[in-house]
């Protein structure tokens, strides 16, 4: 007889549903792909849960004599949950302190604008007016998010900020040298999630002030994701050019 045959109904069970929660984690993405993004957390975070329980169920189940003579299908069935438990594991340990906001800017005296992204956004996603509110959370939680200060003459930031943006992936849909404003979105790699990003350059006596806003279209907290794009360009912006 086979070893799962062999097994208690419950070790049985458990393979059965380690493989189900398995299985939800790639739907729940392709859920989110195909635009149901709120019905595809749901499944992401459920597929996500769930595996962690199996796992904790499955650590008791090692612990107990009763169960040692199945240790190996128990170890072999959670195998199929480790997935979720360590996605689950890496949300929770990187979350942080991140606050409940979703729109980050430099500038939180005089934001740069959005003018062409409200029409590529669609009517479900977050608008793009300016909450106040907000202000003090993004200063607390990110105050190294500021204005990023170069002295290069303003078209050749301007020229920087196109190309730093391509090679980041941003598909950029606006670029106005005259009004010193790029828009762009950035879409995020496997949930494919789109973020608006506004680039705005204006000189002054030293060179160029650059300022960023990246907003997500979805969701109310973003787990500190603009603040890290915005972060990313700045970075990238101030590398030596070759």
Known sequence: MSETNKAPGLVNWIGYLAITLLLILPL???????????QGLILYALGCFGATLI????????????FAPWRSAILSRALFVLPGTVLLLMLVGGRGDYPPIHDISTDLEDPPVFSEAEARRGADSND???????????????????TLRVSLPLEEAFARAVKVAREMGWDIYREDLNAGVIEAVDTTAIMLFKDDVVIRLRSNAQGTLVDLRSVSRVG???????????????????????
């Open 128 to 146: 793009l007016q300016l909450d106040e509110t907000n202000f003090n959370l993004q200063r607390a939680a990110y105050p190294d998010v500021q």
């Open 55 to 66: 796992m904790i169920v499955c650590i008791l189940l090692l612990l107990l004599p009763r």
């Open 28 to 38: 729940s993405i392709l859920t989110v792909r195909s635009g149901a993004w709120q």
């Open 220 to 242: 109310i907290g973003d787990i500190g994701a603009n603040a890290k794009r915005i972060r990313a360009f700045s970075g990238h912006f101030e590398q030596p050019q070759e």
